[in-house]
């Protein structure tokens, strides 16, 4: 993948989470909080693993793409909920906005 492709996935997973409700103080104002979830994990995983490859660099940035839609509280509570976690996750379809 070129850098210019990982650049455009992550101007494309950036916009999905700047759309988050939540926002967050950060040295820049207020920001959205998933945006900011995201810049700091790509920080994270170059700090940790210098010169990543694209699939992990991607995975790190868009780990909570659009979290807000699916808030932790809607989910069940206990060690049943990490079974049944996998069967309530919605497919995610490039361009569609979330339920």
């Given at each position: 993948m070129s850098s210019e492709r990982r650049a455009r996935v992550?101007?494309?997973i950036d916009a999905a989470n700047a759309a988050d409700p939540v926002k967050?103080?950060?040295a820049e104002g207020e920001r959205p909080a998933e945006l900011?979830?995201?810049e700091r994990m790509s920080d994270m995983l170059e700090r940790f693993h210098?010169?990543?490859g694209d699939h992990l660099a991607i995975a790190a940035r868009g780990q909570h793409i659009e979290?807000?839609?699916s808030p932790r509280a809607?989910?069940?509570q206990g060690a049943s909920a990490i079974s049944?976690?996998?069967t309530t996750s919605r497919p995610i379809t490039p361009?569609?906005?979330a339920p």
């Open positions: 992550f101007e494309l967050v103080t950060t900011v979830y995201g210098p010169g990543a979290r807000w839609t809607s989910y069940p049944s976690g996998a361009g569609a906005s």
